[in-house]
């Protein structure tokens, strides 16, 4: 019994990088036996959703003859095939040690149709990829992705006719396709085209100062967050979560997150401007804080809203949680000295006072002109201004 080997040389060296793999658990094998002069179509399964490339080997073999190791067994050693089956300089040669002089031609077609008409004719030029010379091994890598005549086609078939004048063969098939891991999510140019649709719409798309970065990033993460088709299932408002899921990721990855937060403090500092006062704390409760995005800015926001519509129960709360954010930024102190003001804890208000009159709470802003600007608001809304003197005195 003669063995086969099968012999790679690769003509190029390539350090692919690994953005797919070898199916070799849905390879196609299949013996045809073909009399002397006859045709044959053999239908492979379904191309994998995603496969790119494939790689086949046609081996002709007498009665005797024996396969020792199937193409998907040996195709660790090939690389991503991206390039390789390009141009003649990058070409992916198999070769074989077979016996006997059985040949074939063969053809490659994506219709049935075209296949049939090959065995009624015996004309292989409808194919997408054919060969005339009488062969008794061959085997190629097709890009499908780069090949017009394959694109887009989930089934082929395979055209032979025996050459041999006399003796019957044996043919062996075998086709293994290369999966590209984003393509088979089910992402094309199309359904891309539909979520940079999305993208544009998201109202921070129109904000942002650098927005093509933010989209691509924002495509790029929503393919790898979700297959096509899970996107497809998703119901309305889970699709709405998804979209808002993706943009923060977006945000993150593109190093816009911060200035998005910002765009939304400055929204809530508006709507406190412009009396919506439950508006502003919504915004910032469900918008950062319940994203857990929130830093001490967030919860000094709070408390002065909380402050200035006297809920001094929860002005406090969230002024101390800033407090421990950054003990540093005087703003919140003078935020806690205002509620104690407001609270009957002139004395604790008067120890702050005292404490911090001689800094600035920002670079062009002191503490003393802050209270000062502070209390001429809050007599504005009605609040009891009796103890403001007691705090100037100590102040001025």
């Given at each position: 019994m003669k063995k086969i080997f099968l012999f790679l040389l690769i003509t190029q060296i390539s350090f692919a990088q690994k953005d797919g793999f070898w199916d070799k658990e849905r390879a196609f094998t299949k013996e045809v036996k073909l009399s002397s002069g006859n045709r044959?179509?053999?239908?492979?399964?379904?191309?994998?959703?995603?496969?790119?490339?494939?790689?086949?080997?046609?081996?002709?073999?007498?009665?005797?003859?024996?396969?020792?190791?199937?193409?998907?067994?040996?195709?660790k050693a090939i690389p991503d095939p991206t390039g390789i089956s390009q141009g003649a300089a990058g070409a992916l040669f198999l070769t074989n040690s077979l016996s006997g002089d059985d040949t074939c031609v063969y053809g490659i077609y994506t219709s049935e149709k075209a296949g049939n008409q090959f065995l009624k004719d015996g004309k292989l030029e409808t194919a997408c990829y054919f060969k005339k010379e009488p062969i008794n091994k061959d085997s190629k890598v097709i890009s499908i992705k780069n090949t017009k005549c394959f694109e887009n086609t989930p089934n082929i078939w395979f055209a032979f006719e025996n050459k041999n004048w006399v003796l019957s063969t044996k043919i062996v098939l075998?086709?293994?396709?290369?999966?590209?891991?984003?393509?088979?999510?089910?992402?094309?140019?199309?359904?891309?085209?539909?979520?940079?649709?999305?993208?544009?719409?998201?109202?921070?798309?129109?904000?942002?100062?650098?927005?093509?970065?933010?989209?691509?990033?924002?495509?790029?993460?929503?393919?790898?967050?979700?297959?096509?088709?899970?996107?497809?299932?998703?119901?309305?408002?889970e699709k709405t979560k998804a979209v808002n899921d993706v943009q923060e990721i977006a945000l993150k990855k593109s190093n816009q997150y911060e200035s998005y937060l910002n765009t939304i403090r400055a929204e809530a500092v508006k709507l406190f401007k412009d009396s919506k006062v439950d508006e502003a704390i919504s915004i910032i409760q469900n918008e950062i804080i319940f994203k857990k995005a929130s830093n001490h800015i967030d919860y000094g926001l709070l408390g002065n809203f909380y402050l200035f519509s006297k809920?001094?129960?929860?002005?406090?709360?969230?002024?101390?949680?800033a407090i421990a954010l950054d003990k540093n930024d005087l703003t919140h102190q003078l935020q806690l000295a205002h509620v104690y003001l407001f609270t009957d804890r002139i004395s604790e208000a008067k120890d702050l006072h005292s404490q911090y009159k001689t800094q600035n709470i920002a670079s062009n802003t002191?503490?003393?002109?802050?209270?000062?600007?502070?209390?001429?608001?809050?007599e504005k809304k009605g609040f009891p201004i009796n103890n403001f003197k007691k705090i100037l005195r100590i102040i001025e």
């Open positions: 044959t179509l053999v239908k492979i399964d379904d191309l994998p959703e995603g496969a790119s490339e494939f790689v086949f080997r046609i081996l002709l073999i007498d009665e005797n003859g024996k396969i020792t190791n199937s193409l998907a067994s040996v195709l075998e086709v293994v396709s290369w999966i590209d891991y984003s393509a088979s999510r089910g992402w094309n140019l199309e359904t891309k085209k539909e979520i940079v649709s999305i993208g544009k719409k998201l109202d921070w798309y129109k904000k942002s100062s650098n927005e093509a970065v933010f989209l691509a990033q924002f495509v790029a993460s929503f393919i790898d967050k979700y297959k096509y088709s899970e996107y497809q299932q998703l119901l309305a408002i809920q001094f129960a929860k002005a406090e709360d969230n002024i101390n949680k002191s503490w003393v002109n802050q209270t000062k600007s502070d209390f001429s608001e809050f």
